[in-house]
């Protein structure tokens, strides 16, 4: 395989991780969303948590997308 | 591998990307529904995180989509 | 590995896309349905957040399906 | 790999697609049976969104059985 | 497959490692935000538990981004 083809390929896996990470991303809003509409008034004091979560997990999710992007198109 | 080949591969495999995201884009509404259900009183209240959190997981799959189409069909 | 053996493995990785998103539109729908049975009352007011939700997953399973059918038939 | 060989291998992929499909498919049947078992009075009412959850969901996995018979006998 | 190629496969593959460890990081926040609503008062002394759960999961996600960084532009 020639080092083009191993590029499109490489991006194709990675664009698959992507795709992972917004699980993880899903399962933090989904949760706490269920949590906050049982007891809404202490949402936004997990507020800070919640953002400091989805952080965390969108940046692996990014850096699957980064590689992905910069080999299919870069 | 010749090249016009992997661009096909990586063209499946990132819409397989775009698969996964959609099941954390399916948790976040599917959480959302099942507790507005219990507290509909509280479901406007939370609608910017919802749609926010929306927003981010379907960024993920969208990036997934767009190597998807973009070798597919570019 | 020729372009038109390619074109047909992609497809089939892309119709494997297409299965996933489906688990994230069962999701939604599932939990729709479990929480309009305990809040019969309330699951009109959440239809139009339902169809949103629906409609923005399904889509990701599209592009999943569009490339499959585009490379398998097209 | 040639074409015919190809065919036979994303006949198969495609095959795994429609059994992650029937993952959501069961995910939209169980929540609405757990549900109804403890709310039967309902049941009916939500008979129309649960035909409808249930066909948009078996249309991402007919896509993919689709493309998997087409291939593997087409 | 020559060296170079094999090395932005590998870098794909790392790739996919992110997106799995991002599903572990969301099912930490997750659930924490899930239970921190039921108790808001006990949130603040499980916060360093959060904290060092959410680390070391996060550092098995970096150390696949690190390899597929490195390996894809190093």
Do not use: Y
């Amino acid at each position: 395989m020639d080092v083009a083809s191993a590029k499109l390929i490489a991006a194709g896996l990675a664009a698959m991780g992507a795709g992972f990470a917004a699980i993880g991303v899903g399962l933090i809003f989904g949760m706490f969303l269920q949590g906050a509409l049982r007891n809404p008034a202490a949402a936004d004091k997990l507020g800070a948590r919640l953002i400091f979560g989805f952080a965390v997990t969108e940046a692996l999710g990014l850096i699957a997308a980064v590689v992905a992007l910069a080999l299919a198109f870069g």
